[in-house]
C-alpha cells in the first residue's frame, strides 16, 4: 500500500515536506488520520506558529537552539523595522515557535508579560482559506480580532485573521497560498531570513523532536464543556474518544479532560479544568500564578525519546521524577506488555509508558519552563497509541503534586 493510498485526502505541509517528513512516520509520530475537508465548516491544515511572549527573547531564541536543538530561521526587530519587540523563530522538524519580547518600554507585550509571565500567546493555525473559516467563525459566535487582511514583501503575500480563544490567548489563521502561489519567506511578511552562529555540540542528534502533537490549554472551573463546545462549533473540531470528563484524581488533587481535534488530527486540544479534591489541583496553581486561562503544555513529538531525553538531560533539562515502584509494578508490567525498547531502559530516565487497543506511547513531562510553574513541555513517542497517556495520569500527578507542596501551592 502507498502512503498515498492511506491517506488520500492528506498531504504533506510545506513545513513537513521541508523537515523530510513522509506520512507514514507522521500516522505513526502524531496520530495523523485521512478526512475529507470539503465538507468541513473550518477547514485547518495543521500548526502554523506557537508564538511566545518572554521576558527576554534573545536570551530564551539562545536557549530553544542551545538546550532544544531548534534552528533559527528568521528574526523581526528594531534592526528591520519593528522598533516594539524583537521576534526570533525557530525551527525543529514540522514545528515552528516564534519567541517574542519587549524592546520599546511601551510595548503591548510588557503588560501581557507583567501579567502572565513567560507564556504562550497564540497557537497559530494554517489554513488554506482565511475568510471560509472567519465567516464560519462570525455564524457560530466567536470572537473576531482580526478580520482578514494581507501583507506582502519581497517573498510574496500571506492572508492572515485572528480568533479568540480561552484567556488572552489567540487562534492567527495563516494562509499561504493567496492567488495559487505560496509564500516563499521564511516566516510571514516583515520578517527576514536569519541564521545563528551557534554551532551544535559534536555528535549531537540532527534534531529532538519532528512534530508539535498537541497544546493542552487550562481552563477556569466549570468552563471546560464550554470550550470544547466552541471548538466544536466554531472550528467544526471532533471529539477524541479517550476523556469522558472522568476526574482524574489522586488523594489531593483533581483535574477534568476532553480531548478535540482538527479533521487530521495534527491540531489536538486537550482541555483541562480543575476538580475539587482535597487540595488544591494543579490546574489552580496554573491559573493563579497564569492570572487565568491559558496554554499548559506543549507535546512534542519524536521518534526517539530516548535519545531526545538523553540529549536534554545532557543540557540540564529537568523532568519530573518517576518513583521506581512506578516501573517495578507488576500490574504496569503486565499492562504495557511489549515494548520497542526494555523497561530498564526507560526506568533510568523516568520515561512513562501507556498502552491502549491502538498501541502504545512513551512520554515524560518536563518542570515548568520558567519562573512561574506554568508553561511545560512533554516529549512524546507515539507507537500506534492515539491516547494522551491516561494510564500515566495518578502516577503522572503524584509527581507533580510534590513539585507543588515544594513551591507551597498544594
Ligand atoms: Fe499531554
Not at 554551532?199 to 529532538?208: A, Q, W
Not at 468552563?223 to 462549533?233: G, H, P
Not at 497509541?385 to 495520569?393: M, Y
Request: charged share 25%.
Amino acid at each position: 500500500m502507498t502512503n498515498n493510498a492511506v491517506h488520500a485526502g492528506t498531504t504533506l505541509t510545506e513545513q513537513e515536506s521541508q523537515a523530510g517528513l513522509d506520512l507514514r512516520q507522521l500516522q505513526e509520530l502524531v496520530g495523523l488520520v485521512d478526512y475529507d475537508p470539503s465538507t468541513d465548516p473550518f477547514p485547518v491544515t495543521g500548526w502554523d506558529s506557537i508564538v511566545f511572549v518572554v521576558g527576554n527573547a534573545t536570551m530564551t531564541a539562545h536557549y530553544y537552539q542551545s538546550v532544544w536543538g531548534m534552528e533559527l530561521v528568521a528574526y523581526a526587530g528594531p534592526e528591520t523595522g519593528n522598533r516594539d519587540h524583537k521576534a526570533f523563530v525557530l525551527r525543529s522538524g514540522s514545528i515552528r515557535f516564534v519567541i517574542k519580547g519587549a524592546v520599546a518600554p511601551d510595548s503591548p507585550l510588557i503588560a501581557h508579560h507583567a501579567k502572565h509571565g513567560d507564556g504562550v500567546v497564540d497557537i497559530g493555525l494554517e489554513v488554506p482559506d482565511v475568510d471560509v473559516c472567519i465567516a464560519q467563525a462570525k455564524r457560530a459566535g466567536a470572537t473576531i480580532l482580526a478580520e482578514p487582511y494581507e501583507v506582502s514583501d519581497e517573498f510574496g503575500t500571506v492572508r492572515l485573521a485572528a480568533i479568540a480563544t480561552y484567556g488572552e490567548t489567540r487562534h492567527t489563521l495563516v494562509q499561504r497560498v493567496v492567488n495559487g502561489v505560496r509564500y516563499a519567506g521564511p516566516h510571514v511578511p516583515g520578517y527576514v531570513p536569519r541564521t545563528s552562529g551557534f554551532v551544535k555540540r559534536e555528535g549531537s542528534p540532527k534534531r529532538l523532536f519532528q512534530a508539535l502533537d498537541h497544546v493542552v490549554g487550562n481552563v477556569e472551573l466549570g468552563k471546560m464543556d464550554e470550550w470544547v463546545e466552541f471548538y466544536n462549533k466554531v472550528m467544526g473540531f471532533v471529539n477524541m474518544a479517550e476523556f469522558v470528563g472522568d476526574d482524574i484524581a489522586t488523594d489531593y488533587s483533581a483535574l477534568m479532560s476532553k480531548v478535540v481535534a482538527n479533521g487530521n488530527h495534527r491540531v489536538k486540544f486537550p482541555l483541562n479544568e480543575p476538580a475539587i479534591a482535597k487540595k488544591r489541583s494543579q490546574i489552580d496553581e496554573y491559573l493563579d500564578f497564569y492570572a487565568g486561562p491559558g496554554a499548559q503544555h506543549l507535546a512534542l513529538a519524536t521518534n526517539d525519546i530516548l535519545q531526545t531525553v538523553d540529549a536534554l538531560r545532557l543540557e540540564g533539562v529537568e523532568f519530573l521524577d518517576t518513583p521506581d515502584a512506578y516501573y517495578d509494578d507488576p500490574e504496569l508490567r503486565a499492562r504495557i506488555g511489549h515494548v520497542r525498547v526494555p523497561i530498564e531502559e526507560l526506568k533510568t530516565r523516568k520515561i512513562l509508558v501507556d498502552r491502549d487497543e491502538d498501541g502504545y506511547l512513551l512520554q515524560i513531562f518536563t518542570k515548568p519552563l520558567g519562573d512561574r510553574p506554568t508553561v511545560f513541555f512533554e516529549i512524546i513517542e507515539r507507537h500506534g497509541s492515539l491516547g494522551f497517556g491516561k494510564g500515566n495520569f495518578k502516577a503522572l500527578f503524584e509527581s507533580i503534586e510534590r513539585e507543588q507542596d515544594k513551591r507551597g501551592n498544594l
